[in-house]
């Protein structure tokens, strides 16, 4: 079973900052937090991980919180193609991947 | 850089045939995991390869197998095909040495009539 929770679906406005949420109350030392994004259609897409310090790249920022007990992807500046299903996922090093439900994140006009 | 390709794109069996699906990863990568993804089930694990040895497996039927080449592509087979394995397959590679980014390919459409 997934070890995150996230919220099954957000809305937010073309041109606003989306922060996504995910929950991983029960994770462990050795254990990094993941983020993919799939396109309607496509395979998934990797975003970003960390393992306790916050991470930016060229598509998104990456917060774990100080507890490592959950983190929030944002978006800074959502266009209509960041419309997908985003999976937060928790795993070690070397392990296979678990896809949880995900949150769907509609971009609105 | 190519990205990873699987082959055939869509596909049409019948129950109790067999299939084999196709991946080749991106150059370099040693890695190639294996993924089913149909509406009920979401995306599920199937089965990882690294250096032409299973490294991880999920919780499928022995009818799912697997396997990887020198060159590390990879193939899939599901024998005796039942209506339930009508799903898109999809295959990922990563460099698995400490760089554990998988990149995914456009999937295989599956239809089991």
């Known amino acids: 079973d997934a070890k995150t929770t996230q919220p099954t679906s957000m809305d937010c406005a073309e041109g606003r900052a989306a922060n996504l949420p995910c929950n991983h109350s029960?994770?462990?030392?050795?254990?990094?937090v993941y983020w993919y994004r799939q396109i309607h259609s496509q395979g998934p897409q990797y975003i970003i991980h960390?393992?306790?310090n916050n991470e930016t790249n060229e598509m998104a920022s990456l917060i774990i919180t100080e507890d490592r007990k959950s983190s929030t992807l944002i978006l800074p500046h959502a266009t209509l193609r960041d419309t997908a299903v985003y999976y937060c996922?928790?795993?070690?090093?070397?392990?296979?991947?678990?896809f949880g439900k995900g949150t769907r994140l509609h971009i609105l006009p | 850089k190519a990205g990873v390709t699987q082959t055939p794109r869509y596909l049409i069996k019948t129950r109790g045939q067999q299939v084999t699906l196709s991946c080749s990863p991106i150059?370099?990568?040693?890695?190639v995991s294996w993924y089913q993804q149909t509406p009920g089930q979401g995306l599920q694990f199937l089965f990882e390869?690294?250096?032409?040895?299973?490294?991880n497996k999920g919780n499928f039927p022995g009818r799912f197998s697997g396997r990887q080449f020198s060159n590390s592509r990879s193939e899939m087979n599901v024998s005796t095909l039942e209506l339930g394995d009508s799903a898109l397959y999809l295959c990922?590679?990563?460099?698995?040495?400490?760089?554990?980014?998988?990149?995914f390919g456009p999937g295989t459409r599956l239809t089991v009539t």
């Open positions: 996922i928790v795993r070690p090093l070397g392990d296979k991947i678990i």
């Open positions: 150059s370099g990568h040693r890695s």
């Open positions: 960390g393992l306790k």
């Open positions: 990922a590679s990563s460099y698995r040495d400490g760089r554990e980014e998988q990149y």
């Open positions: 029960t994770i462990s030392g050795n254990e990094y």
């Open positions: 390869y690294f250096s032409e040895t299973q490294r």
